[in-house]
């Protein structure tokens, strides 16, 4: 095989430019708009039979090329929806006109809602195959598409959309341009992410909000309930005081933390950039531990009564667990509700309840073969760099979904970087990502179709179990 | 001096009507609104000179009939303006539109905003002094007026206007036909009035929301670490935890204890009323002693981050207590700013600032001439009946501001009730209150001028004094 001649850079952003100027933003964005978008992306995957289809919601764009017969297949997945600009006021540039700056502190960058998460990733994956088909005549493996317009909403019609269409979709991995190496600094692979519960915690008192004076001290108060709650959530040393939510959540072993201490981290400048004077948590581990390795309770937000003299009626904590390992959502929920029910709180009523889905964490064997063609691609665009094995400490349900109705792992290979200002003002994608992103694209397919990590075939799950 | 022929009811609820059909809401009406109140009730004061004056904000009313040489003088005290009306679709007849209902659970009432929280409670005080000077020729004493229209919002600008007009307002007592009877059961008189101040707690940590998978476990939460501040503020018994809180409020001694537990007072249907299974309050005490004699913290509300999943950049708690006897606002919010220094938290900022004034308690002496005056006035019309000494759980700023500025305690003499739903949908006054009040204000005014509780002649404090 020749050596891919990767597209210049100029042609590549001018194309991402005329993408990231359609505001695909799936929370607020008309379905017009919506369309636009995914048909702009399908028109780029016309050698694939780049198509639109309807999910109930925002469609998706689909595609095959089905040339390498006998060959492995992958599902390549991504999002042509954004997030939200935010305050347009505190963008630099405005955030549906990709603008590139050069010399910054990060380097040349390009600037753009959805520059970095996702329509960057995705788009240079679709380019680095287009140039490869014209140049090649043809692609080592069998690649389908899978680009949804709801990400940055929950993906509440992908589960749907995606047991449908299984037999379609069948790959022997799912390959997301989602997701963002760790750092700048060092190639990464991420081998896990953390799973999900939320919940609110509802405290209610009397009918009504009462008057603070009249009736002070008379009743119970669920503000100052709902705090004692949350105070007994976590104990002093930073660990979490609920009765079996550890269950499942195996400590790190001593090779796992001596690979964690090897990282480089720099607490104080982590700090810094947080605004924070120091960094905190459960006791016994590493920052860079409690981040990959360790579970989470993090209270997202209260609620209730406000700057004005009442005894309020109800209050709100909202919280979210981030769990590793073998940890069940569903009875990590159970854990928090019984040491809420023991507690025992008077003169108020106190409810937990869930608030979406229940996601366990998602791990890939560092064995798998996908990992070491990903390693091999990303080692030869980043000749002499270790390749970090890190974690992505929030969820990524989609893993969980591909895995059980496809059967087939998920490796993440994003060209995006996680200090991208992803989901916040002036997001922007450092320019040299384009092509070391297609560089190991190219080298990772190839790695992949044949030779010692050649993937091994996924058979698709019995789909009448798959949808139960 | 004669009997006074009380005016017809059907009379004074037809003029009461055509106050209450004047919206004025100080928060929400527009100027024209508020002066039109206004010049509605300083017409009914032609027999005293009434006339509207600026204030700098909505207009207050005054008047003055000094036409009893040498006999004592009252400052009468009151509000045109009326609380917003909250959702109008709970209203069971339209808010501005006094609508008379016999036969409810309460006896003969009549609904609308501010039947009885204060245009009816004011009127039927001008109406009487009407009937009084037409059957009489005149009144036993000299009567002032001041009539606000900023009351439910904090009175901004009636401090001002008292250091200002400090001369023309001397009186040897105030009468707040504002207030309330504590219950429709017996006759009460208001010997105290709680001391407030209330404070925000703002925890800060990283300069923005952080994803709460990204970040979970590094960081310190500033919403957990509000919730363990205000969760120290009380132990769990109920009484408050702050060291120095209950500095200067002695406890109800062995006579007031006993006094309160002679008061009828069914806990059971007080806790049924407001929705609640239980009371609950510092322990060591009564319902009824915590409500009316002991000091509160109450945390009014909590806000930060929300329903989704990050870690808050800021969260705050709003709290306010409620004070009696000497204790000093001041040093209870020194006190409150000790303890949460040394709980000490980690890696966030934590803040503690005062919202709005500090204001002690407040009480007149129950061997007060005015509370004798008061009580025999309330036996005149309620014969037979014990007339209890009750104590105002909220707060009432301007009782210190005449105090300071005008050297005269003021007597809550009010005929609204407290439970006719101030400040709530369906506001309403029972009708028999009209006559009832009526009766009391004649028999404390003449009580008042002349006899064993004449009012003793109040000396204006140093102006320059007043004013720092």
Redesign the interface.
């Known amino acids: 095989v020749k050596d891919l001649e990767l597209p210049p850079l100029d042609g590549v952003l001018a194309s991402l430019g005329d993408y990231v100027a359609i505001p695909s933003d799936s929370r607020n964005a008309d379905g017009g708009t919506m369309r636009r978008a995914a048909d702009w992306i399908a028109g780029q995957l016309d050698f694939a039979g780049g198509r639109v289809e309807e999910t109930g919601g925002h469609p998706v764009v689909r595609g095959e090329w089905l040339g390498a017969p006998g060959a492995p297949t992958v599902l390549v997945y991504g999002h042509y929806d954004v997030q939200p600009t935010g305050d347009e006021s505190e963008w630099l540039s405005p955030p549906f006109q990709l603008t590139v700056v050069d010399g910054t502190a990060d380097g040349a960058i390009a600037r753009g809602r959805g520059a970095s998460d996702d329509k960057g990733p995705v788009f240079l994956v679709v380019a680095m195959l287009q140039a490869a088909i014209a140049q090649r005549g043809g692609l080592p493996l069998n690649v389908k598409f899978l680009i949804e317009g709801e990400e940055e909403i929950g993906s509440p019609h992908l589960p749907g959309y995606v047991r449908e269409h299984a037999r379609e979709l069948a790959c022997d991995l799912v390959i997301s341009a989602d997701g963002a190496q760790w750092r700048p600094d060092e190639p990464s692979l991420s081998v896990a992410s953390?799973g999900?519960v939320?919940f609110?915690i509802t405290v209610e008192?009397?009918?009504?909000d009462?008057?603070?004076?009249?009736?002070?001290?008379?009743?119970?108060?669920p503000?100052?309930v709902?705090?004692?709650?949350?105070?007994?959530?976590?104990h002093p040393d930073g660990s979490v005081a609920v009765p079996g939510f550890y269950d499942g959540a195996a400590p790190p072993d001593a090779a796992r933390r001596a690979e964690l201490d090897a990282v480089p981290f720099d607490e104080e400048r982590?700090?810094a950039q947080?605004?924070?004077?120091?960094?905190?948590?459960?006791a016994g581990y590493s920052?860079l531990q409690?981040?990959w390795e360790?579970p989470?309770l993090?209270?997202?937000?209260?609620?209730?009564?406000?700057?004005?003299?009442?005894?309020?009626h109800v209050?709100r904590?909202?919280i979210?667990c981030?769990l590793v390992g073998d940890q069940d959502p569903v009875r990590v929920l159970a854990a928090v509700r019984g040491h809420v029910e023991r507690l025992g709180a008077?003169?108020?009523r106190v409810t937990v309840e869930q608030?979406g889905g229940a996601v366990p964490a998602y791990r890939i064997d560092p064995a798998h073969p996908a990992i070491a063609a990903a390693t091999e691609a990303l080692r030869a665009v980043y000749p002499g760099e270790e390749v970090l094995l890190a974690v992505?400490?929030?969820?990524l349900p989609a893993t969980t979904l591909f895995e059980q109705v496809l059967g087939a792992k998920t490796l993440f290979f994003s060209f995006s970087t996680?200090d991208e200002k992803l989901?916040?003002p002036n997001e922007f994608l450092r320019l040299r990502r384009v092509h070391e992103g297609m560089r190991a694209w190219d080298a990772l397919l190839a790695s992949m179709a044949d030779g010692p990590h050649r993937l091994q075939p996924v058979r698709l799950p019995d789909l009448a179990e798959a949808k139960a």
Do not use: C, M, W
């Open positions: 953390k999900l939320a609110t008192g009397a009918r009504d009462l008057h603070s004076g009249r009736y002070g001290g008379t009743v119970a108060n503000a100052q709902l705090a004692a709650i949350l105070a007994s959530l976590h982590f700090a947080l605004g924070v004077t120091e960094t905190y948590g459960e920052t409690r981040l360790r989470t993090e209270v997202n937000g209260v609620a209730g009564g406000g700057r004005y003299t009442v005894i309020p209050a904590g909202f979210s981030r008077r003169g108020v608030d992505i400490a929030g969820t996680a989901h916040a």
